[in-house]
């Protein structure tokens, strides 16, 4: 008894100061008069406090699994809140609702990924679900920001190409994991046929040009096969067609030269194409350490600062600790994904942890190093922190995943495991 | 200045500190996690001084469900005491119940004084003896095969 309650109250400490941050963030939000005291902010704070509350006990109460990635995906959650919430409340608002529907949609994904045990034999409906993804956007889609993969239905608009990258997942799970071994046609070895779906899925996506969804999956492969594959000529090779891909691609396209030349010098345009990269670089610098505190910067002049370039917004308000806090938070979420991955018993859980948390680390280095000009800017979501539906929702069903394989490992051994 | 911003970039210093101190606190829980993980998992040990005792059918069924497996590194003291290093809570096994353990390329077993005794292959043990694979361990009714 002793045990348990020392236990509970250690894991009860982060969850207090996370509730501490938001009553603080929230309530300094509602005393500002540019935002005439909209009692949203404080019903937007709540929503957050009271899901992360639900969410957190049915964890540790629950025994399901994992307990610190919950904790530091709400904190992500709610620096990203408090500044949208400072950005335009409308868009908080509707973050709010998203993250109450990715709650639940967590909750679907532990219990249907916990129970069913027929994953790693399904890898052609992985494949032929991505593929008719892609060819709806192909059809029905609608083009933003000079990519075409949003589809609109009525009030509600997802880019189906989240969806797919959970499903590629799964299906270089099939392969890697060894469930998926036997030829197809009776010729094509299993090594040659994921080369293919990569390359089709690819393929799709240079129609669609969306440049930062091809950056992620290709380079989950090209993870994935330096992982599992003991031929490291497939992944020189591999290495090779990515290359000569973003060299002819940068030969051909307009777009991506752009990007480039954005990436190297934004300051001889400043006013027309280096202008997003450059008031980006302000903000950050403006923020200083601490930041100049939320409510107090002005990031409204970096263009589409609630989605890609949120975290120049964090680093102007909540200067470079907030900044390097949201990198840390982040390391520590893949770290504890790699020891679910190393812990979990299952080839194929393995390799679907092994993957989402390729998937999450990619995305915030892409988009991280982006926004800093690291490297040349793609447009991608950073989970969880930025304004997107599709974003979010697909984080928490892949965060429902991790959990599944986390508790399964947990419960290894327990007579008591639920069937 | 406005009232305003002065609060704001006061809490500014505060969300850093909160931040910072909760990440600390997350850091702190994930090194005991894994601090707990690489006590069952030692690499220190060399692999002849580990074993595991396997439960097999007994006469009385036990009160609450068994592992498939209990792992020894190094040495294990078998109880009902949460402290033990394999832990199982049946009325008939003592808090500190007996320790096995490893010494100079053989495993030995001690009695730690058990209300109910401990028996090897049927016969009632009152001193420390040499264990050898496939020996059947009775402890308050349940049977484990000692596998090396």
Sequence with gaps: ?419 | MTVYSFISTILSYVFTVIIYVFIIFVIRLIYLDVKKMSRFEDNSIADEACASLRPVKSKTEPRSPLKRRYNIYGEAVVGRNPECDIVINESFISQKHLIIWYEGGEWYLEDLGSRNGTTINGKRILSEVILDPEDVISIGGLNFVFET
Aim: glycine share 10%; charged share 10%.
């Design chain 1, 1 to 419: 008894m002793g045990i348990d309650r020392l236990k509970s109250a250690s894991y009860r400490k982060p969850a207090y100061l996370l509730i501490l941050l938001n009553v603080l963030g929230f309530g300094l939000l509602f005393i500002n008069k540019e935002n005439n005291y909209n009692l949203n902010i404080l019903y937007t704070g709540a929503a957050v406090l009271a899901l992360f509350l639900v969410m957190y006990t049915a964890l540790v109460l629950g025994r399901m699994g994992d307990k610190f990635i919950m904790l530091m995906v709400f904190m992500l959650i709610s620096i990203g809140v408090l500044l949208l919430c400072r950005i335009n409340l409308s868009y908080a608002f509707r973050q709010i609702i998203w993250i109450l529907v990715g709650g639940a949609v967590f909750f679907i994904a532990y219990f249907v990924y916990y129970n069913v045990k027929v994953w790693s034999r399904l890898w052609y409906l992985y494949f032929i679900g991505g593929t008719l993804l892609f060819l709806i956007t192909l059809v029905f889609g609608t083009t933003v920001y000079g990519s075409r993969n949003w589809i609109s239905i009525g009030p509600i608009s997802f880019q189906p190409s989240e969806i797919t990258k959970i499903l590629f997942i799964m299906c270089l799970a099939c392969y890697t994991s060894g469930s998926w071994s036997k030829p197809l046609l009776g010729k094509i070895k299993p090594k040659w046929t994921a080369l293919l779906i990569t390359y089709v899925f690819v393929g799709f996506l240079v129609l669609q040009r969306d440049w930062g969804t091809i950056l992620v999956m290709f380079s989950i492969y090209l993870f994935m096969i330096y992982v599992y594959e003991p031929d490291k000529r497939l992944l020189a090779l591999n290495i090779c067609a990515l290359v000569i891909i973003g060299l002819l691609g940068w030969r051909f396209m307009y777009h991506i030269q752009v990007r480039i030349a954005n990436w190297i010098d934004p300051w001889s345009d400043i006013s027309n194409r280096g202008y997003q990269i450059a008031q980006s670089l302000f903000a950050i610098s403006s923020g200083g350490y601490f930041g100049r505190g939320l409510g107090n910067g002005s990031p409204y002049y970096i263009p589409l600062v609630h989605s890609d370039f949120i975290f120049a917004a964090i680093c102007e308000e909540m200067g470079v600790f907030g900044g390097v806090a949201v990198i840390l938070l982040f390391f520590l979420i893949a770290f504890r994904c790699f020891k679910i991955s190393i812990m979990a018993s299952d080839p194929f859980d393995k390799a679907v942890s092994f993957g989402v948390t390729v998937m999450f680390a990619l995305q915030t280095f892409i988009i991280i190093g982006g926004v800093i000009k690291m490297i040349p800017l793609t447009g991608i979501t950073l989970p969880f922190v930025s304004y997107g539906g599709t974003s979010i929702v697909i984080s928490f069903a892949s965060m429902g995943i991790i959990q599944a394989i986390s508790a399964k490992a947990e419960r290894k051994g327990e007579p008591d495991e639920r069937k």
